[in-house]
């Protein structure tokens, strides 16, 4: 399939998942899971970085259109936009897995460990930002850090779960004709 249609159709299956079953699930107003922004966190190596943000932002623009808050999402999403490809510089492997595999995965980014270092960072920062300014405040500071923490477990865990049951076939590419 067309990497620009698996695309569009990711883009469009997250956003119908998210607004229309994971926002129905909340847990004591403590947790709420979200898994959209995994579209940003599996786009292409390859993609500059302004297509990355303004990805980031249509994505983080619909979920605020079903949403009605003005631009919390949008400006989650477009963080971790900003910050994914120095995360993937940082932890990609020496032997250059962006010129070898399309989008991160397991496999291109050496393993288990370095992969869910990769997620869980981005994870982290994308509730954070969300979370602070939806209260716009510190103002209870346990509140904040215990609703960015759980959210994050279950978002790792669900982000986890689809990436086992929809495993992406990454072939390894070589220079060879």
């Known amino acids: 399939m ?21 926002d129905k699930i909340h847990l004591h107003q403590m947790v709420t899971p ?6 940003i966190i599996w786009l292409p190596f390859r ?3 302004t297509q990355q943000m303004l990805l980031a932002f249509l994505l983080g623009f619909a979920m605020d259109s079903f949403r009605h808050h003005p631009g919390f999402h949008s400006a989650a999403c477009v963080l971790i936009a900003y910050i994914r490809p120095f995360l993937v510089n940082i932890l990609i492997p020496q032997e250059g897995a962006d010129a070898n595999y399309e989008e991160p995965s397991f496999k291109s980014l050496g393993g288990f460990l370095p992969y869910l270092i990769f997620i869980s960072v981005l994870t982290v ?3 954070g930002w969300l979370f602070l300014l939806e209260a716009w ?5 346990w509140y904040f850090l215990v609703k960015t923490l ?11 779960i689809t990436e086992m049951l929809f495993t992406r076939q990454q072939r390894f590419k070589t220079n060879t004709v």
Request: glycine share 4%.
């Open 125 to 127: 920062l994308h509730h």
């Open 2 to 22: 067309n990497l620009f249609v698996k695309n569009i159709i990711r883009f469009f299956l997250f956003i119908l998942v998210q607004v229309f079953v994971l």
């Open 34 to 39: 979200y898994l959209y922004f995994l579209f």
């Open 137 to 141: 405040q510190f103002g209870n500071i």
């Open 47 to 49: 993609m500059g970085r």
């Open 150 to 160: 759980l959210s994050t477990a279950v978002s790792l865990f669900l982000i986890i």
